[in-house]
């Protein structure tokens, strides 16, 4: 299942550079920029959305169905900041600036609506710097510990990827929040 998922991806993903590329000569992006576009518009969407959320709603997690164990509204905007800085320190090949918390968790001492936006946005900048190093020769990097990636198979392009996967992947459950909440998600009021 794992394997249909990260192919599924890798053809969205393939479809995004894909189109990024059209335009002619004049109009080819690298692969970092490609990516970094991708990033940004991650960064809006999950920043919009943790914005639009009301402060006494991010200890909100379903409970109804089959929703036992998942992540608060604020737990999902910590995971996917720990996420950036762990697959950005793999990119950049060295150890995440900040707290990531255990496993993929986010800092415990992240917990007000205002410190998780901050956090998740400071995220990004990180990842922003990380897709900037890539470049188009696509080097083998050391395989984050949390990427799927077997072991000597990582590229930095492949671990920005994973990461804009993952990232879209979790904004999908900010959105699912959302509407549980009677809130319409930022995006959708378009």
Known sequence: MKVIW??????????????????????????AQILDFIVAEEERRVVEAAEAMPAE?????????????????????????????????????????VDTGRGESGSDAVRTKPEIIAYLKESFVYMHRSVAAIDDANMPIPTPEISPWPAGTATRLGVAVEDCVHTYDHYGQLVEYLRMNGIVPPASRR
């Open 6 to 31: 990260m192919f599924a991806s890798f053809l969205c993903i393939a479809g995004c550079f894909a189109q990024a590329q059209t335009g002619g000569a004049k109009a080819r992006r690298t692969n």
């Open 57 to 97: 709603k991010y200890a909100f997690a379903p409970t109804q169905g089959e929703f036992k164990g998942v992540r608060t509204f604020a737990e999902e905007l910590r995971h996917i900041a720990a996420d950036n800085y762990l697959l950005g320190a793999g990119i950049l090949g060295e150890k995440p600036p």
